[in-house]
Structure formats: C-alpha cells, structure tokens
C-alpha cells in the first residue's frame, strides 16, 4: 500500500458505518501517549537522538497487523509535500504538530485508517483510536489492547505512583486523551451552548473546534475531550466524558423538537436556503460552506430532506477543506480559486445524491 489511498479518499472506511447516537455524535476518539524508557523525550531530545525511535517502529510495525486494524504503513514526514502532510491533517491521521515535522518523524496508519500511530511528535508515540459514533467503553477497550500490542516490543516510560511518564506534564498520568466530536446545531442556534460551555470546563472537560487545540469551532461541529490525565483511572475519567456527553445529547436533541414545534417554518426555510447555497453557488468561503453543510445535516435529522445520506457532512466537510481541495485540483491554489473549487465539488457531490 501507498500514501495514495490514504489522501485520495475524504471519508475514511471506518466513516462509512453507523455508530451509536450518530445523529449527534460523529465520532469517538481516544489517544494514548507513551514514550520509551531508554531515550530522551522529543521535546529535548537531539535529532540524532529520536532516529532509533523511528527505526524501532519502522522495523517492528510496518506492514503488521494487530486485529481487524490491517496492514499499518509507516510514511516518513520527510517524504511529504506539504499539502500531503495538510491532507491527513484535515482527515485527522495526524496533527498540525506532527505536520511541522520532517526528519526522523513519521506516522503508522491502518488500512483502514482507524488507527495511526504519530511518532516523535510531542512524545515519542501518540496512538489513536477512531470509532464512528458515541462509543468511548469500546473504543478505550480497543486502544488498551493495542497499547499492549505495541508494548510487547517497547519498554514504556512509566512510574508506578505518577503514571506515564510524558513530555507535556498535562498528559502524566494515563496519558490519555479521550474525545467525542459532535454536531450540536440546535443548542448553538438557541444560543444554549455558549452557556453550558463554562459548565462543563468545570467538570475538568474541555470544548474545542474540530482539529483539536487552537482551533476554530465551525459548522456547529465541537469536540469534547478530558483535561485531567493524573489521578484518576481511564475508567473514570471516560465514564465522566460518557455522562457528559449524553447530557449534550438529550439537551441536542430536545433543542431540535422545540424549534420543529415552535419554529417549523424559519427551520425549514434555513435549511432550505442552504440547500439551496449548497446546490447552486458558483462561490462558497470555507465558513458559509460549513454553516451550510450543519444546516442541511440537521434538515437531514430532522426529516426534511430524505434524499441525501447523512455522511454527507462529514464527507464534504473534509472534501472542501484548502489541502484536499488542492490535492483533488493537483496544483497549489488561490484563496478564491479554493472558494470556486469548493462550490463546484459540493454541487457535483450534491447531484450525484439525486
């Protein structure tokens, strides 16, 4: 296998089943972060330093396969164009961190990109785990056990009264990093969300945009993942994550009935207008393309569009991002040229749904 399938495709194979509460929740994440014992952390370590790292899983990982996670490919950061490393970020293969990588770095990823293993990142590895919908029980259990298949070969940095051990110390402890991303459109238009945001900071959760820390929430699309790594067992920490989580489902869900009930009409009319954007429009920014695709996957929701399939979101919100745009076009794009490509891909996207 090349890096092809894995930038020439937007929706990953694990994207195209159904999980759990799917029509909230896109998708379940966890990630583990581990280093080995023998050699210094990323974060000071000298170059010559994090190159047996690379060899090790090279060597060990390449080619193998642990369960139905097939066929992992180790690719080098610094065999990479730009826009390639750009690509598995906006498919969420690898960071924006790992991206600014070149030399003794790389990533593993499985055939079917459910898994991919970052290395010499901010740690030496950063393992995760995807699965579509809410399922953080299934998705930790899947992560230990490949943990332990990884580890087989490894020895971990790791303390028996503080954890793992990792270069960032927000992450000693479990090292775990658990995050569930979700489309909330109902609680952001009735202005609920921003209210509930301070809330759940308070129960050591944090909410942030679609690529992770830093980034903007768009597309009513935000991800919601766990603050504290040290002092609580992975257990805990994902059963507060799941209650959480299923709280913003009920709230999601009950919004969504109050503005059917009360405000059919400007419901169906905004999601309609979009449609009608999305269909049509010769131009479309990046951020009126993302209000749009929530408005049509919540008019999907809800029942008043029945001919469209409700992967569409994810698909065309990673089909029209600027790296997959100027992969698709194979040539390096203008900031409008981008705008008149998007709007051309969702409208063929669209009609081919009819």
Same mark, same amino acid.
């Given at each position: ?9 937007a929706?990953?194979?694990?994207m ?20 080995? @014992? ?6 000071i370590?000298?170059e ?29 950061? @610094? ?15 690898i960071?924006p ?11 593993l990823i ?8 970052m290395?010499?990142?901010e ?70 969300m ?5 809330a ?29 790594t ?7 920490i994902?059963?507060?994550?799941q ?10 869900r ?8 009360q ?23 990046s951020?009126?393309?993302a ?29 029209t ?15 409008s ?7 051309s ?5 669209l009609n081919?749904?009819?």
């Open positions: 296998m090349s890096l092809q399938p894995f930038i020439n495709e929706i990953s194979p694990w195209k089943e159904e999980g759990p509460d799917n029509d909230i929740v896109m998708s379940t994440r966890i990630r583990l972060a581990r280093n080995f @014992e023998q050699y210094p952390f990323p974060i370590a000298k010559q330093e994090l190159a047996p790292v690379v060899s090790l899983m090279k060597n060990n990982y390449h080619e193998q396969s642990f369960d139905k996670y097939q066929d992992l490919q180790f690719i080098g950061m @610094e065999e990479l164009r730009p826009v390639e490393k750009r690509v598995l970020v906006e498919k969420h293969l960071s961190q790992l991206a600014e990588k070149a030399k003794n770095s790389g990533v499985s055939e079917n990109e459910q898994v991919s293993v290395i010499n990142e740690d030496h590895i950063r393992m995760q785990l995807y699965f579509p919908g809410l399922q953080l029980e299934n998705a930790l259990t899947q992560a230990f056990l490949f943990d332990d298949w990884l580890e087989e070969k490894i020895d971990y940095a790791f303390e028996e009264t503080r954890g793992y051990l990792t270069s960032c110390p927000t992450n000693v402890g479990t090292g775990m990093r658990a995050s569930v991303m979700m489309h909330l459109p109902a609680l952001t238009l009735t202005q609920k921003s209210k509930m945001i301070p759940i900071n308070q129960l050591g959760l944090v909410v942030r945009g679609i690529y992770g820390e830093g980034s903007e929430a768009v597309g009513n699309i935000v991800q919601i993942s766990n603050q504290v040290l002092g609580r067992s992975e257990l805990d994902i059963e507060d994550l209650s959480v989580v299923e709280k913003l489902i009920e709230q999601e009950h919004a969504r009935l109050l503005l059917v009930e405000s059919e009409l400007r419901l169906e009319d905004r999601v309609f207008r979009s449609y009608g954007i999305l269909k049509y429009s010769r131009i479309l920014e951020k009126e393309a209000t749009c695709l929530s408005d049509l996957r919540l008019g999907i929701d809800v029942g008043y569009i029945n001919n469209i399939s409700k992967t569409i979101l994810n698909e065309l919100m990673i089909l991002q600027p790296g997959f745009l100027q992969q698709n076009a194979k040539e390096t794009l203008t900031a040229e981008r705008d008149i490509r998007r709007a891909i969702i409208r063929e996207r081919s749904e009819n």
